[in-house]
């Protein structure tokens, strides 16, 4: 059974930074894409950005790039979102997510983790 773990969230100062952690277990990897997506009260579900397994390439949502950055750890089955230049628009509940690189449908979240930023 996948089991996505988010961990890092937190209280942060509008320009600071803040690094968001994803371990995942249940099965290899190698053939996924995994992604951040956030949520913010009232607001629908946006996507932050994603990283291709194995390959390591990566894309992101429009309001974060250049601010944020996604990698991956292989030996520890890790993915983490660096957020840098925050802003308090960008609080909200952050998930993981994975998907199978044959479809775009996301298949395994994460119960997400929540990142305030004040101003």
């Known amino acids: 059974q996948v089991q996505l773990v988010e961990s890092g969230g937190g209280l942060v100062q509008a320009g600071g930074s803040v690094r968001l952690s994803c371990a995942a277990s249940?099965?290899?990897?190698?053939?996924?894409?995994m992604a951040w997506f956030r949520q913010a009260p009232g607001k629908e579900r946006e996507f932050v950005g994603e990283?291709?397994?194995?390959?390591?390439?990566?894309s992101y949502g429009d309001s974060v790039k250049g601010r944020f950055t996604i990698s991956r750890d292989n030996a520890k089955n890790t993915v983490y979102l660096q957020m840098n230049s925050l802003k308090p628009e960008d609080t909200a509940v952050y998930y993981c997510?994975?998907?199978?690189?044959?479809?775009?449908?996301?298949?395994?979240w994460g119960q997400g983790t929540q990142v305030t930023v004040s101003s």
């Open positions: 997510a994975g998907r199978n690189l044959a479809s775009p449908q996301y298949d395994f």
């Open positions: 249940g099965r290899t990897f190698s053939r996924y894409a």
């Open positions: 990283v291709v397994w194995l390959a390591g390439s990566t």
